[in-house]
Each structure stands twice: as C-alpha cells, then as structure tokens.
C-alpha cells in the first residue's frame, strides 16, 4: 500500500450524539500525523455527488459538545450498486483521496467493505449508532447518550404514572435490538421490559398484570423495544385494554428524541479515542476493519465479522431485570 498522504472522513445512517467528537478526533489526529484532511457531506451519496472539501483543525472548534452530525447524513440507494460506487471512486481519485474513515453502523460497514473490495482505497470504521448492536465492541458511539436521555424521560413519566395510578407503556428504539429498553429498564425500576431477543412475553406480560391487579398495584412502566415481538406500544396497550379495563393505560412513543442531545462524557472520551485508533489503524497499513472497544481497549475487527456477527444481549443483565421486577 502506497504511503496515505491524505484522508476523508464521513457520517452515515442515523446520526447518533458523538458523530462530531468522532469527526473532531479524526481531523485532528490526522493533522497531527501530517495528513491532509476532507470532510464528505451527506455520507455516501455526498460521496457520489462529490460534496467533499478541505477540513482544518480551527473547524473543529466547539463540536465536540454538540449532539447530530456537522458532516450531516444519508441513506443512499444508488452507493449498493456498482455504478454509484464508481462515480464515487471518482470524486475520491479526483481528490487525491488515500484513505477513508466511515463513522456509522453495519449498513455503513457492509457498503464500505464491498467498496474497499472494488477499488484500491482503504476503508476504517468508527461505530456510531444509538442501539449498541455492533459485533466486536462493547460500546458504540450515542449509546450512553441515547440511555440517559430515555432514562431522565422514565424518570418523569413515573412521576405522573404514580400521582394518577396509571400504567405507561413507553416504547423506545430497537428494531433489531433491546439494549436500550432492557438497560433503561434496570435503570428506572420498570415493572416489565419487552425486547426483540426473547420469545413468548405476550404471555409473561399478561401474567404480570394479573398478579399486578391482584395486588392492586395500577401504576407501572412497562418498557417496549420496537422490534419486540409482540408489537409497538400502542398496538399492545390497545390489545391489554379489554382485559384490564382497571388499569389507567396511557402510551408514550419516545421516537427521534433519543438520538438528540449533547453527547455524555463518555460518548465523548469514547469517540476521541476511537478516532485517533482509527487514523492510526489506516497509518498501520489496516483496511476493512472497525476499530472497536472491548474490556477498556481499542481492538481491531475486521468488517466481516462486525457484519455477520450478532451480538447477543447479555444473560447476567436480563436476570437481573427479571429479579428486580418482582
């Protein structure tokens, strides 16, 4: 591999808070290391549409702070097919671009490997996405911010659940994944949490309102990944509704309020850390790899079993949440 002289660096999929702690790092490791740096608008597609210009040290100035992504963000359809990505291979070459640092999920994983496959140019990914579902990291970028934010929501809800007697059912993101929903609800003292990973909860859902009813006890948090099995809030409030018409059931959709805000602390010492591992991975002569962290340390994983590997949620976890729900 030739000698990298100069680097882009992109956001893409959904945006998640420490996008631009990451992008900051980034920058400002590879001035560091003597590289020229050029920030991509609007990830692959900005890519394709040739949005590229100069990034310096002072535009990173008062980001590290600030929640979204200043590179902004995108799904593009036409970067999964071959044509789209030769039209961006050519903006890259027409920038003298050596390398790349791609911040986001698996989608963004997955099309950087196919690219880094068709054309000479290496490809390093940071994790960046709310849900905490990547393979080979402990943690991903937004995460802690995202729990907080779901956590101080709870906090509030039960505060009018218990002075009304009222149940919630709160749905937030996971479509695929339930570490938020089943963190949050160790967090805030759910009475029951309801994620994609485990079968049959129609059945312990019931089972838990009837002992609830029994002991009269009508207000609860019951917390609901959106991918669970069973349905989304208002569809299972809708569904327990006949059966406990006692109960003051009331539905709460958190939606695209979790991946706002201003980064936590460790959202941001996580990303700085992570974009100074991934420009030093591209120097090391490193492609296809998400640099990750495990047990405190930077790893290195490489994009296929990022990809293809599924990251389980923890059985300790979902004990201890069974435990304290009764």
Same mark, same amino acid.
């Given at each position: 591999?030739?000698?990298?002289?100069?680097?882009?660096v992109?956001?893409?999929?959904?945006?998640?808070?420490?996008?631009n702690?990451?992008v900051r790092?980034?920058?400002?490791?590879?001035?560091?290391?003597?590289?020229?740096?050029?920030?991509?608008?609007?990830?692959?597609?900005?890519?394709?549409?040739?949005?590229?210009?100069?990034?310096m040290? #002072? =535009?990173?100035?008062?980001?590290?702070? /600030?929640?979204?992504? +200043?590179?902004?963000?995108? !799904?593009?359809?036409? %970067?999964?097919?071959?044509e789209?990505?030769?039209?961006?291979y050519?903006?890259?070459?027409?920038?003298?671009?050596?390398?790349?640092?791609?911040?986001?999920?698996?989608?963004?994983f997955?099309g950087?490997?196919?690219?880094?496959?068709?054309?000479?140019?290496?490809?390093?990914?940071?994790?960046?996405?709310?849900?905490?579902?990547?393979?080979?990291?402990?943690?991903?970028?937004?995460?802690?911010?995202a729990?907080?934010?779901?956590?101080?929501?709870?906090?509030?809800i #039960? =505060?009018?659940?218990?002075s009304?007697? /009222?149940?919630?059912? +709160?749905?937030?993101?996971? !479509?695929?994944?339930g %570490?938020?929903?089943?963190?949050?609800?160790?967090?805030?003292?759910?009475?029951?949490?309801?994620?994609?990973?485990?079968?049959?909860?129609?059945e312990?859902?019931?089972?838990?309102?009837i002992?609830a009813k029994?002991m009269?006890?009508?207000?609860?948090?019951?917390?609901?990944?959106?991918?669970?099995?069973?349905?989304?809030?208002?569809?299972?409030?809708n569904?327990?509704?006949?059966?406990?018409?006692?109960f003051?059931?009331?539905?709460?959709?958190?939606?695209?309020?979790?991946?706002?805000?201003?980064?936590?602390?460790?959202?941001?010492?996580?990303?700085?850390?992570?974009?100074?591992?991934?420009?030093?991975?591209?120097?090391?002569?490193?492609?296809?790899?998400?640099?990750?962290?495990?047990?405190?340390?930077?790893?290195?994983?490489?994009?296929?079993?990022?990809?293809?590997?599924?990251?389980?949620?923890?059985?300790?976890?979902?004990?201890?949440?069974?435990i304290?729900?009764?």
């Amino acid at each position: 591999m030739a000698k990298i002289k100069k680097i882009a660096v992109l956001t893409s999929g959904g945006d998640a808070p420490g996008m631009n702690a990451a992008v900051r790092a980034v920058v400002r490791a590879a001035i560091y290391h003597k590289l020229e740096v050029v920030g991509i608008e609007h990830g692959y597609e900005g890519m394709i549409k040739g949005e590229l210009f100069t990034l310096m040290s #002072k =535009d990173m100035r008062n980001i590290i702070h /600030r929640g979204g992504t +200043i590179l902004r963000t995108a !799904r593009s359809l036409e %970067f999964k097919t071959e044509e789209g990505r030769a039209k961006a291979y050519k903006n890259l070459k027409e920038f003298n671009i050596d390398a790349v640092v791609v911040i986001g999920g698996d989608g963004t994983f997955r099309g950087a490997g196919i690219f880094s496959q068709e054309h000479d140019i290496p490809f390093v990914g940071i994790p960046g996405t709310i849900d905490n579902d990547m393979y080979g990291t402990d943690f991903t970028i937004g995460f802690d911010t995202a729990l907080n934010t779901v956590v101080e929501t709870i906090d509030k809800i #039960k =505060d009018t659940a218990s002075s009304h007697d /009222r149940t919630f059912f +709160i749905e937030v993101m996971g !479509r695929d994944a339930g %570490f938020i929903a089943l963190q949050a609800g160790i967090a805030t003292g759910a009475e029951a949490v309801l994620i994609p990973e485990i079968e049959g909860q129609a059945e312990t859902l019931r089972e838990f309102l009837i002992k609830a009813k029994k002991m009269k006890k009508m207000s609860n948090i019951i917390l609901v990944a959106e991918g669970n099995n069973i349905g989304g809030a208002q569809e299972i409030a809708n569904q327990v509704k006949s059966e406990f018409k006692d109960f003051g059931i009331r539905v709460n959709v958190l939606g695209h309020m979790q991946r706002g805000g201003s980064p936590t602390a460790f959202d941001r010492f996580l990303a700085s850390r992570l974009g100074v591992a991934a420009v030093e991975a591209l120097i090391d002569n490193q492609r296809s790899i998400m640099v990750g962290y495990k047990n405190h340390e930077v790893v290195h994983v490489s994009f296929n079993k990022t990809i293809k590997g599924h990251r389980n949620i923890n059985e300790e976890l979902l004990k201890v949440a069974d435990i304290l729900t009764i």
